[in-house]
C-alpha cells in the first residue's frame, strides 16, 4: 500500500522557521520524483517545490522562492521542506505529493499524503 | 504563468444527472498536459484524469475528459451521491505548475 505521510506542521509566528518532513513507503522513493503542494483554508491547490528523484533538479514558486528549500534523503525515503522567513499567507495545509513519472507526460500527481497544516499567526 | 480558470465555480445538480466541468487556459497548452483532481471534504486530492482523457487507477468510466488548446472539460455521465465534492483541473505542460480555484459540484 502506497503511503505518503507528512508532519512538523504547528503554529509559528511570523518570520519564523518550520522544517516538514514527508515519510513514504509502498513505492520506491529513491527513483521518484517528488514535490510539495499547499492549500490555504477554504482555498485552491498551489504547487510549492519540485526534486527530482536525484535532488539535482528543484524548481519553486515565485511565491516561495529564497525562503523555502526543498531536500530530500533517499536513504530515509523521506523528503522535506524548510520554511524560514514565514508569513501569514504561507498558513495552508502542506501536501507532498508524488510526480507519476520521469517523463514529460507524468509530471502529474500520481500518489498524495494527507497533509500538515502550517499556520503562521502571532 | 498560465492561469486556468475552472467554470463554473459551483454546479448544482441532482443525482443521476450529467455534470459538465469546465477549464481554460489562458494560453495553449498541449492535451498531454491537464490533468484533474478530485477532493473530499477533509481529504487530500486524488488524481481522476491525465493527459486530458485517461483514467486514473480505479477511476470508474462514469468519468471521462476531453478538450484541446484553451478548452478542456470534465464530464461525469450521471452523478453519484460521491461525486459531489471539489473538483480540480491542474496544467503540468510549464512551471510553475498551476491549478484552477475549482468547481464544487454541489447537490441540488
Known amino acids: 500500500e502506497v503511503q505518503l505521510v507528512e508532519s512538523g506542521g504547528g503554529l509559528v509566528q511570523p518570520g519564523g522557521s518550520l522544517r516538514l518532513s514527508c515519510v513514504v513507503s509502498g513505492f520506491t522513493f529513491s527513483t521518484s520524483n517528488m514535490n510539495w503542494v499547499r492549500q490555504a483554508p477554504g482555498k485552491g491547490l498551489e504547487w510549492v517545490s519540485y526534486m527530482s528523484s536525484t535532488s539535482g533538479t528543484t524548481y519553486y514558486a515565485d511565491s516561495v522562492n529564497g525562503r523555502f528549500t526543498i531536500s530530500r534523503d533517499n536513504a530515509r525515503n523521506s523528503l522535506y521542506l524548510q520554511m524560514n522567513s514565514l508569513r501569514a499567507d504561507d498558513t495552508a495545509v502542506y501536501y507532498c505529493?508524488?510526480?507519476?513519472?520521469?517523463?514529460?507526460?507524468?509530471?502529474?500527481?500520481?500518489?498524495w499524503g494527507q497533509g500538515t497544516l502550517v499556520t503562521v499567526s502571532s | 504563468e498560465i492561469v486556468l480558470t475552472q467554470s463554473p465555480g459551483t454546479l448544482s445538480l441532482s443525482p443521476g444527472e450529467r455534470a459538465t466541468l469546465s477549464c481554460r487556459a489562458s494560453q495553449s497548452i498541449s492535451s498531454s498536459y491537464l490533468a484533474w483532481y478530485q477532493q473530499k471534504p477533509g481529504q487530500a486530492p486524488r488524481l481522476l484524469m491525465y493527459?486530458?482523457?485517461s483514467r486514473a487507477t480505479g477511476i470508474p468510466d462514469r468519468f471521462s475528459g476531453s478538450g484541446s488548446g484553451t478548452d478542456f472539460t470534465l464530464t461525469i455521465s450521471r452523478l453519484e451521491p460521491e461525486d459531489f465534492v471539489v473538483y480540480y483541473c491542474?496544467?503540468?505542460?510549464?512551471?510553475?505548475?498551476?491549478f484552477g480555484q475549482g468547481t464544487k459540484v454541489e447537490i441540488k
Open positions: 493527459g486530458t482523457s
Open positions: 505529493a508524488r510526480r507519476a513519472g520521469g517523463s514529460s507526460l507524468d509530471r502529474y500527481f500520481d500518489y
Open positions: 491542474q496544467q503540468y505542460s510549464t512551471t510553475p505548475w498551476t
